[in-house]
């Protein structure tokens, strides 16, 4: 997730980008970058900030210049870095472009490009994009805006782009397939941003461009939409928006943490985008694929973490031992690192962490290393610590998690976890066609599926105002359900600051089930998959001591229904999915009570979002 903003009219751009790239530092900040044109262009570009652009462009002539585009990134392809960042130039240097998404087919257009005398000098997606529009508009003689529109019908995946060609330096073209776009109307001026909080302050018309829009902004011309489809005109929507600046930073949710529950279906659909090819029976994870030996020999798999990451690699645990039938220990990165584990050459480790800084996790991987094992980073921040500590790895695509409590950090690392057990399953044979068919349906079909639990949202809130003010809750699971227990309860305890405890649902008889009373509300996790007739035993035990009982079951369920005083459905999914779907309505109740509480979802009291410190 990255900002980008550009500017024509007769101000000058430049305060008005930087400006407006500080509003979008939320949607990334790795590095920066601005071009600004009058008869020539200057591009400025730094890994860091937007204040350490700023810093760099000071010695630059950034007056009265009255075109430009600007970018603050968060990396996907190619680590934070002076060369990654935005804006990109072609070959020629005449075309300049900023670009939020992710381009998939970029290796096949790369190689195209290539063998076409072009050149390459940064690790990103982006340069291929702008040398496709410089390619297309020089060999078949094209005004910049023919060559973009037939150029996005050449890519596969994400995008939201400003393209500004030198040749025509009164003009800014942009286009949106995935990635938001809005386009503000001023008097004799556009505004060009991811969201409107860059140019609420100068213009409330605002044209939210959909997929498949592009258009042409010129000083003669004005605004002209068209399809990128078949370049057909299109008349343009203009509305006029009344949201407060803070509003729009968050998506016009109250809090970070709610925005990012509900970009879940998107940060899932960015995850296994380009890497879950149903079609064809194929995940694509490049760290997997040129590593592959080595999981496939592997004799065991210890997974490192903390944290919700933690619950993350006990699913994996379920998950690699079912598929691929690959020994496998989950550890707490903090116990691992001192307690002097036996690990031998060739071991895999695998360290999950959203940030890629976590002390605890970075020092346990050292000790993997000189201990001979291979290590595989699954992170949300490219470049971080650990994802360069490993030796190889898998972003999730999540963007950037400003909420200290982790969700779509965590459903994203599930996602990288269900792809990596179906392709360690194809690497050792263990599972067949028909179970890979089945799961790899199913993921690619759980953004939808999200979406639908996302709408309980309400139910969730009147459940959540009943036990507000419980002092204590229970959350249980089997199988794969019981991290999904565990998480479910580290949300409502990091954020609402209740006691709340997650465990297995066989082992509440081996004493916690002391602790029930009507005063006690029970979560658990009782869907119809694993061993259904087990858990509704578990239910029928705690609900003979009187406990408050919130189920969430597969939808029809009949059985946990008349035994539970509050029940969410959820959709019918294979069992290692159960734990994407079933935080969902965790993480809301989680929130509603918190909110309740008068407590800050988004900065809870104690806690960081990276613990960078032992
Ligand atoms: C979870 O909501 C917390 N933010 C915390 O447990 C977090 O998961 C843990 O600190 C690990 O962080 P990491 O994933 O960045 O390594």
């Given at each position: 997730m990255?900002?980008?903003?550009?500017?024509i009219g007769y101000r000058d751009a430049y305060p008005i980008i930087i400006k407006g790239l500080k509003r979008l530092e939320y949607r990334g900040y790795d590095s920066a970058g601005i071009t600004l044109?009058?008869?020539?262009?200057?591009?400025?570009?730094?890994?860091?900030?937007?204040s350490d652009l700023e810093q760099t462009a000071a010695s630059h002539?950034?007056?009265?210049?009255?075109l430009g585009m600007g970018h603050t990134r968060w990396a996907t392809h190619g680590i934070p870095s002076d060369l990654n960042s935005h804006p990109h130039l072609s070959n020629s240097g005449k075309i300049a472009i900023v670009h939020n998404g992710i381009i998939e087919n970029y290796a096949a257009l790369k190689k195209m490009?290539?063998?076409?005398?072009?050149?390459f000098i940064s690790d990103t997606d982006t340069e291929v994009l702008v040398n496709l529009i410089e390619f297309i508009k020089t060999s078949q003689n094209l005004k910049v805006g023919k060559a973009v529109q037939i150029a996005l019908t050449q890519v596969v995946g994400a995008y939201a782009i400003a393209v500004i060609d030198a040749d025509r330096p009164g003009e800014v073209v942009v286009a949106k397939l995935g990635s938001p776009l809005a386009i503000g109307i001023g008097k004799d001026e556009y505004f060009i941003a991811s969201d409107a909080s860059p140019f609420i302050e100068y213009t409330k018309r605002t044209i939210y461009l959909d997929d498949n829009e592009m258009a042409v902004i010129s000083r003669e011309q004005g605004f002209k939409m068209y399809s990128i489809i078949n370049d057909k005109v299109i008349t343009p929507i203009i509305q006029d928006i009344q949201l407060s600046l803070e509003t729009i930073e968050k998506g016009g949710f109250d809090y970070f943490m709610l925005k990012e529950i509900h970009e879940q279906p998107h940060a899932i659909n960015d995850t296994f985008r380009g890497r879950l090819l149903v079609d064809?029976?194929?995940?694509?994870?490049?760290?997997?694929?040129?590593n592959k030996e080595i999981f496939k020999n592997a004799s065991r798999i210890t997974i490192i973490a903390c944290g919700t990451s933690w619950h993350a690699g006990l699913v994996a645990e379920y998950l690699f031992e079912d598929a691929a039938r690959i020994p496998v220990e989950v550890e707490y990165a903090s116990e691992f690192r001192y307690r002097n584990p036996v690990i031998n050459k060739g071991d895999i480790v695998i360290a999950i962490s959203q940030s890629g800084e976590t002390a605890d996790t970075l020092a346990a991987i050292k000790l993997a290393k000189e201990n001979g094992a291979f290590v595989f980073g699954i992170c949300n921040v490219v470049g971080s610590s650990i994802a360069r500590a490993a030796d190889g790895g898998a972003y999730t695509h999540a963007g950037p998690e400003i909420g200290v409590a982790s969700t779509k950090a965590f459903t994203t690392q599930l996602t990288v976890i269900i792809m990596m057990g179906l392709r360690l399953g194809q690497l050792k044979g263990t599972i067949d066609n028909a179970d890979f068919d089945r799961v790899a349906k199913q993921l690619a079909a759980l953004p939808k599926l999200i979406e639908s639990v996302l709408a309980y949202d309400k139910q969730i809130e009147k459940i959540a105002r009943e036990y507000k003010d419980a002092s204590n809750f229970l959350y249980l699971g089997r199988?794969?359900?019981?991290?999904?227990?565990?998480?479910?309860?580290l949300k409502l305890k990091e954020i609402s600051y209740i006691h709340a405890e997650g465990y297995p649902a066989a082992e509440m008889k081996h004493g916690p089930i002391a602790l029930i009373d009507k005063n006690m509300p029970v979560v658990v996790i009782a869907t119809n998959k694993g061993h259904y007739e087990k858990i509704v035993s578990n239910v029928q035990e705690i609900k003979s001591r009187n406990a408050k009982i919130i189920s969430i079951v597969t939808k029809g369920d009949e059985s946990v229904k008349l035994l539970s005083d509050h029940v969410i459905e959820i959709p019918e999914v294979t069992e290692a999915l159960v734990p994407i779907l079933a935080s969902v309505p965790l993480q809301l109740l989680s929130y509603h009570i918190a909110i309740m509480r008068g407590c800050n979802v988004d900065q809870p009291r104690n806690l960081a979002k990276s613990v960078t410190v032992e």
């Open positions: 990255c900002g980008i903003v550009g500017y044109f009058d008869d020539s262009s200057t591009v400025v570009k730094t890994k860091g900030k937007v002539d950034n007056k009265g210049k009255t490009l290539s063998d076409n005398g072009f050149h064809q029976r194929r995940i694509n994870i490049s760290g997997i694929e040129h199988g794969y359900n019981f991290p999904a227990a565990l998480e479910g309860a």
